[in-house]
């Protein structure tokens, strides 16, 4: 069976994050977490990614000002790059524009 490759979006503990890492696991569990990506460089889920072997990125929003399309962009390019299927947002506090949504 091909498991869909997931990214999972956080802003904080990650403590959903958890429970679909967890969930994962499962040998037939149709999915793996293959990313999780943060808009904030402090979040506690990045270490506890990292701790359960998963790749982390953060695209801090703060950079992109006020131009939340340009940091969608960036993010659909970190997808893009990391062959991502499916986008998991699992406690993460922004809002996605209207492009990135129609992604």
């Known amino acids: 069976m091909s498991r869909k490759r997931v990214a999972i979006l956080i802003s904080g503990r990650g403590s959903n994050m958890t429970a679909l890492i967890d969930a994962a696991k499962v040998p037939d569990y149709p999915a793996e977490i293959a990313l999780v990506i943060s808009n904030l460089p402090d979040a506690a889920g990045l270490a506890r990614a990292r701790e359960a072997g998963i790749a982390t990125e953060v695209i801090d929003h703060k950079s992109f000002g006020k ?36 992604r």
């Open 67 to 102: 131009d939340r399309e340009a940091f969608d962009r960036q993010l659909d390019a970190t997808l893009e790059a990391n062959h991502i299927d499916i986008v998991c947002l699992a406690g993460f506090l922004r809002v996605l524009s209207r492009w990135f949504v129609a």
